[in-house]
């Protein structure tokens, strides 16, 4: 790692008063992030998933371009106006059954960020694709020591079977390492901030760290020469299995190798998180900030956020909503059902706004970190009572270095695929490819 | 619309006799319906879907091809196909002989195809499994995957192979894990020598280990540990290796119970630790078929009744090779030992969704009653009753029917039970009251319900799921939309009989709500009641196969008599599931028709299940995998 031109995070973090405050991250980049010239903040990249889709004449806004007014539910992100682009249009064709049958829930999850079929599985050879986040993450998960982060609000399984015939795996992660391994998302913020900050404690500072990283490789090497002679002797799925064990060994070495010094302090004054709150409302917002945090202190560039999973049924008594959010989106036209369901869509825009509320009060030389940010809050069902997967509830917020033009609605031909996008951002963080999903070209006029 | 009801319900009940079915002749009864109506899209060159079906000319054909012929019948059965916007579509009748005739001709086919145990992929220990292995190898007990990220589920259960993967994340956590566990089982002796031994070391040396004869401690001690920690005999290259690793410390300058921490450490994370091979001497051959050894057939054992790694008794038989001479005493002896517990709490957790209680929220508002001890103490009822079924070795059935039940002064008085003080569980009569079995109790009845009312679709659904193993079809794709309706009065169950006018609706309804209906007496928390939206409740309904019944009580004896193999093979099957860690297979329709035998002998004891499923073909052996294939 070349490192040699910035100051230690550690040093520098250690005399700040608060974390809120932060100033510029300059001078603690790494070299490689400021090269071609331009002192440019890394872009960084997330995704927040809403599940169960939206009442759709309360979801979409007026007029197109930068003449547009807020439409109820997105009301919330009033103040954020100027750094945001609203999509319509936008659609993932692989969520529909394609032949399938029911299981809408489980396959929008799934194809939310892979564009991809989930293949119809309770368990065996469960397979859907690579995932946005994590096509990024092997191009420029490197340069931070975490390639990515995973998040979600949902720490269980319900028990008993998933939707329709669909495994779990496909309905409670959104990041998909390869096509058959999803990463499987933190949801209690102690332990994301633990990761975070794991060598961040003092009393584990003084022991010798350098050691104890010593004979970790010890182990890591260790394991992998076990693995490997096991190798020959696997048929072709406990082979598979031995491979993801192999990946995230090696994955665990790459991290040790770069420097043992790599993790962050804490910035002094910010507030340890205890543990899951249970009201979700401050759960959603605590996971933010370590969304947030993660950005601020560049442990990662790339986050997923499983806001709730598709077809959750958690209730809302306190916005005096009765009933679970999956029954209520299927509304039957009932006006009180949808009246209760907006109440819900408009509450998850609050909890984004305040995220974004958060990334913006961080500054980043003359900007801000939410000017530094591409961050798409959506879901892959666009009308929950009808489990449409076209003219999907997409925002996407921050101008991403200025890669994407912001403060205007964007109207694209219906159909088009949400993959598009995804080329757009790949695009923009580095990671280029030729198709990705259900992908059929880039999307125009984003910039 | 009455009219297109009375039709709708005249043609739902055409139904076509076993005897009658196996008459049926594919190429003068099937073929021509696959011709008038699937062939203009899957047949005569055309494939949508790259499904072609004029290839199949004979019900041997049929056989072969079962794995599109499943699929095919359940888009058949679920009215996906042909696809609703075709004008012609098959009537009820074209439709059910369709429908019955595949299930009938696979399930010979199945009944009478060659004998195969399927394979098991292999398997990661879970959450559960990595606690309590930790238990019982390290001697400590703090439960250190707390933190670890959940396990995916699939086939309904938190154990299956395929669906538990490896992540980075999740390899961060073993590490931390692992130096965690290392340094609490292996105290360190201070400046003067001495230590405060830890349970594990007392287990592992005699203290205090003499200077010149810690090399060969250390090396009894590493083949020891490793034959139990990976749970197989290891080999002296493994010794070796391991030996290295841990001299590495002491060389460092690190003391004796240094090493002994680092080979510890390096062991838990090792994949031969943290997933449970079957090594295979031929593992692309799917005909080398061949029984477990007695090492792997003792962890299979303790993983399925304790969640955890086999004890030094089984061990010390299978070292004399005497496990499967003793299988009947040491399943007895295991499931009574308290670590079954484990089989307790994680099968039903899973295969009731007990589990699921400890996430819903009901309506604070509506019920203010309901609290976290509640919420602890209903899970602990149905949990008492099955660890009682399991203890007492009784009869399978009582889950659905007992006339009693195990509850304390809190839960007595929710019940409205008298002469229950004290926070204790104990066993309770429930005659003279309206319940009975598992689906009366408040933990099934709150987690079959919405957070603010009860859900009759739920309930009937979880019935159909869980206790018949025969679920509905999936909701229809695109699920019509129901008029606005005016505000709806009256009772829920009268606002759903107006729901279920719509006709697509209603196929499949039919079969979910008069089960539900029956438990309308009893509230989204499971509290009694005789009125709902001011209106008396009318527990009274029909099954869509005819039986009738006036409430709870009514549908228990149906369930438990009339449908009693329907459960007990509903069971069997969640059973084998958890206990292979796998789906089930067609070819293992055998193996469930012989446990379904023996339980029949013998009035459906709780070991002749378990003793049914450890020596079942799927259990007691295994074979290669077939070539991935990409149906």
């Not at chain 1, 960020?113 to 469960?126: M, V």
């Not at chain 1, 982060?149 to 015939?165: A, I, K, Q, T, V």
């Not at chain 2, 002989?97 to 195809?113: A, K, V």
């Not at chain 2, 630790?273 to 057939?297: C, Q, T, V, Y």
Request: contains cysteine; hydrophobic residues 40%; charged residues 30%.
């Amino acid at each position: 790692m070349i490192r040699s031109t910035h100051i230690p995070r550690r040093t520098f973090l250690r005399g700040l008063g608060t974390a809120l405050a932060l100033p510029a991250l300059e001078a603690m980049l790494p070299a490689r992030a400021l090269a071609a010239g331009s002192a440019k903040f890394p872009t960084r990249m997330a995704f927040v998933y809403i599940p169960n889709g939206v009442i759709p004449e309360k979801w979409h806004v007026k007029g197109k371009g930068s003449d547009f007014q807020f439409s109820h539910i997105l009301e919330p992100l009033k103040s954020h106006r100027e750094d945001l682009l609203i999509f319509s249009g936008l659609a993932h064709t692989k969520a529909r059954s394609n032949g399938d049958g029911a299981g809408d829930h489980a396959r929008a999850n799934a194809t939310f960020l892979t564009g991809r079929q989930a293949r119809k599985t309770a368990g065996a050879d469960i397979r859907v694709g690579v995932s946005v986040d994590q096509l990024a993450a092997q191009k420029i998960g490197d340069k931070t020591r975490l390639p990515s982060l995973e998040l979600s609000s949902d720490g269980r399984r319900m028990s008993g079977n998933c939707d329709s015939g669909y495994s779990c795996a496909y309905q409670f992660n959104l990041a998909w390492k390869s096509e058959s391994t999803p990463l499987p998302p933190e949801s209690d913020p102690r332990l994301v901030f633990e990761r975070l900050f794991s060598n961040g404690k003092d009393s584990e500072r003084k022991e010798s760290s350098l050691r104890r990283e010593r004979y970790k490789k010890s182990i890591l090497d260790f394991v992998l020469e076990d693995a490997k002679s096991l190798e020959k002797k696997l048929g072709y799925t406990d082979k598979r299995k031995l491979d993801e064990y192999l990946t995230s060994v090696r994955e665990l070495e790459k991290r040790v190798a770069a420097s043992p010094n790599s993790s962050v302090d804490l910035p002094e004054g910010f507030n340890v998180p205890a543990g899951k709150p249970r009201d979700f409302g401050a759960h959603v917002r605590m996971m933010g900030d370590m969304m947030a945090l993660a950005f601020q202190t560049d442990s990662t560039r790339i986050a997923t956020y499983l806001l709730a999973h598709d077809g959750d049924n958690r209730s809302y008594p306190h916005l005096g909503v009765k009933g679970g959010h999956h029954s209520l989106s299927h509304h039957r036209n009932n006006s009180r059902n949808i009246a209760d369901l907006t109440k819900i869509n408009r509450f998850h825009c609050e909890l984004f706004a305040h995220f974004l509320d958060r990334l913006k009060s961080i500054k980043e030389g003359d900007e801000t970190l939410l000017d530094h940010s591409m961050i798409v809050y959506g879901g892959a069902i666009g009308d929950g009572n009808r489990h449409s997967h076209h003219d999907l509830p997409v925002v996407l917020a921050g101008n991403a270095n200025g890669a994407i033009r912001t403060g205007r609605h964007a109207v694209y031909p219906r159909e088009t695929p949400m993959s598009n996008l995804f080329l757009n951002m790949l695009d923009i963080m580095g990671a280029p490819t030729q198709r990705m999903g259900d992908s059929t070209g880039r999307l125009k006029e984003l910039a | 619309m009455k009219f297109i009801i009375t039709i709708l319900f005249l043609l739902s009940a055409v139904w076509v006799s076993a005897a009658d079915l196996a008459k049926v002749s594919f190429e003068k009864d099937i073929l021509p319906i696959l011709e008038e109506h699937c062939f203009s899209c899957h047949g005569e060159g055309e494939a949508k879907g790259d499904l072609s079906l004029d290839g199949f000319k004979t019900a041997s054909d049929v056989h072969r091809g079962y794995k599109i012929w499943e699929k095919v019948r359940k888009l058949v059965l679920a009215n996906e196909m042909p696809p609703q916007k075709k004008k012609k579509r098959p009537d009820a009748k074209q439709r059910a002989l369709l429908t019955d005739w595949t299930r009938h001709t696979l399930d010979t086919f199945y009944r009478t195809s060659p004998p195969d145990p399927g394979r098991v992929t292999v398997r990661r220990l879970n959450r559960v499994e990595y606690n309590n292995t930790i238990r019982d190898l390290m001697r400590v007990d703090f439960k250190p995957a707390k933190d670890f990220p959940a396990d995916d589920s699939g086939y309904g259960f938190d154990n299956i192979g395929d669906v538990l993967t490896m992540s980075p994340l999740l390899m961060e956590k073993y590490f931390a894990a692992a130096e965690e566990i290392a340094a609490k089982a292996v105290a360190v002796s201070d400046a003067d020598g001495r230590i405060a031994a830890t349970p594990f070391q007392k287990f592992h040396f005699r203290y205090p280990v003499p200077l010149k004869l810690r090399r060969n401690a250390a090396e009894e001690f590493v083949r020891t540990f490793l034959t139990r920690a990976y749970r197989r005999p290891v080999r002296a290259e493994e010794v070796r290796r391991m030996m290295l690793l841990a001299k590495q410390v002491v060389d460092d300058g690190g003391s004796f119970e240094h090493g002994i921490r680092m080979a510890v450490a390096a062991t838990l994370v090792s994949p031969h630790f943290l997933f449970r091979w079957e090594l295979d001497g031929a593992p692309k051959n799917p005909k080398a078929i061949r029984s477990l050894n007695e090492h792997e057939l003792a962890s299979r054992l303790s993983y399925f009744i304790w969640n955890s790694m086999p004890d030094d008794a089984l061990l010390k038989l299978v070292q004399r090779g005497h496990l499967r001479k003793n299988l009947p005493a040491q399943i007895r002896r295991m499931l009574r030992d308290e670590k079954a517990q484990s089989l307790v709490t994680n099968f039903t957790g899973q295969w009731l969704q007990l589990r699921d209680l400890e996430i819903l929220q009901p309506d604070k508002r509506l019920f203010a009653t309901f609290n976290n001890t509640l919420r602890t103490e209903m899970r602990r009822e149905t949990e008492m009753l099955f660890a009682h079924v399991m203890r007492d070795n009784r009869s399978v059935v009582d889950l659905l029917n007992a006339d009693y039940t195990f509850v304390n002064e809190r839960l007595a008085n929710w019940y409205g039970l008298k002469n229950v003080k004290g926070g204790q569980f104990r066993r309770v009569s429930l005659k003279g009251t309206p319940r009975g079995g598992v689906l009366t109790h408040a933990s099934v009845l709150t987690l079959t319900s919405d957070p603010n009312r009860t859900s009759p679709v739920k309930r009937g659904k979880y019935v159909l799921e869980n206790i018949l193993g025969t679920p509905p079809p999936p909701a229809p794709d695109n699920v019509p939309e129901l008029e606005a309706a005016a505000e709806l009065k009256g009772t829920l169950r009268q606002q759903m009989v107006k729901h279920r006018e719509n006709p697509v609706c209603a196929s499949c309804h039919q079969k979910m709500d008069p089960i539900g209906f029956a438990f309308e007496n009893f509230d989204a928390i499971g509290r009694w009641r005789t009125m709902d939206n001011g209106e008396p409740i009318n527990a009274a309904s029909q099954l869509d196969s005819g039986e009738k019944f006036r409430d709870a009580a009514g549908l228990r004896k149906v369930l438990a008599v009339r449908k009693r193999d329907l459960f007990v093979r509903c069971l069997t099957e969640k059973m084998l599931t958890f206990a292979l860690g796998r789906g089930l297979e067609f070819h293992d329709k055998r193996a469930v028709d012989g446990i379904m035998k023996q339980m029949e002998r013998d009035g459906f004891k709780f070991e002749t299940l378990v003793m049914g499923i450890v020596k079942s073909l799927p259990f007691d052996m295994k074979r290669g995998e077939e070539g991935v294939n990409d149906q």
